[in-house]
């Protein structure tokens, strides 16, 4: 089930360029974070159904009309058998450009094995690191535990992720992550693991953006925006470590 489609230009620079990303964001989602600011889409599932074909159709389209530079595939993690086979179907009838596997980390090390060779570049985030905030806020007290080995996976996969001579992504990683309210020590737990446990040149997005959303209001701890203090140290943490960051 597809919910929209078409190029997208609020992604990491090195996934726009100039022509945008080529989204496509899928129904629903395996998590059920209080704060999703795409609830309608996660939750509601809005969207249209599809084949194989169509998405194939869709993949195409993106790659020959709007002339995007990559494929990205938003909580594409429920669908992975639908995108093995539309991809098989859009590379045979010419489809290059980079694929992009753009979800939330809380991923199997046996699907992602299924897409090795075929997803070029992943854009996972790393949410949490204990399982307190993962249960009280997703609903997955292990996803610190499924999403670190996910992405020791995708590192093996496709390394660190490498830029073309006009600053375009095409293969690797790109590790994002959100730091929340309150949320220091998790973000220094997310930030050591990926200057530890991943290529060094990993490229980390460490993002300011939150926001109270859908059930965050019920949570008084999350029921406020970011503090630039607690930005900043986290940058300050994230610069430390000499993580490769994204701008």
Aim: aromatic share 12%; glycine share 8%; proline share 4%.
């Amino acid at each position: 089930k597809v919910s929209s489609f078409g190029p997208h230009f609020g992604e990491e620079r090195e996934l726009v360029g100039r022509t945008g990303s080529g989204t496509i964001f899928f129904a629903h989602c395996n998590l059920r974070c209080v704060f999703c600011q795409n609830y309608q889409l996660s939750f509601g599932g809005d969207g249209s159904f599809c084949t194989s074909e169509d998405l194939a159709s869709i993949m195409l389209l993106i790659q020959d009309r709007y002339g995007c530079g990559n494929i990205n595939f938003v909580t594409p993690t429920h669908f992975v058998p639908q995108i093995l086979e539309a991809t098989y179907i859009a590379s045979q009838n010419g489809l290059a450009i980079p694929l992009v596997y753009n979800c939330s980390g809380y991923e199997s090390v046996a699907t992602l094995k299924l897409l090795d060779g075929i997803i070029d570049i992943y854009m996972p985030d790393l949410k949490y690191s204990s399982e307190e905030w993962g249960r009280k806020y997703s609903g997955a007290p292990d996803y610190f535990e499924r999403a670190s080995e996910a992405l020791k996976e995708m590192d093996r996969q496709v390394g660190g992720l490498q830029l073309d001579d006009h600053g375009l992504a095409y293969h690797g990683l790109l590790v994002r992550h959100l730091v929340m309210p309150g949320g220091l020590e998790e973000a220094k737990a997310i930030l050591y693991f990926i200057a530890r446990e991943l290529s060094p040149d990993t490229l980390v997005n460490l993002m300011d953006q939150y926001y109270p959303s859908y059930k965050a209001f019920n949570y008084p701890e999350l029921n406020r925006r970011l503090t630039r203090n607690e930005f900043s140290e986290a940058l300050a943490y994230a610069e430390d470590l000499g993580l490769r960051l994204a701008i």
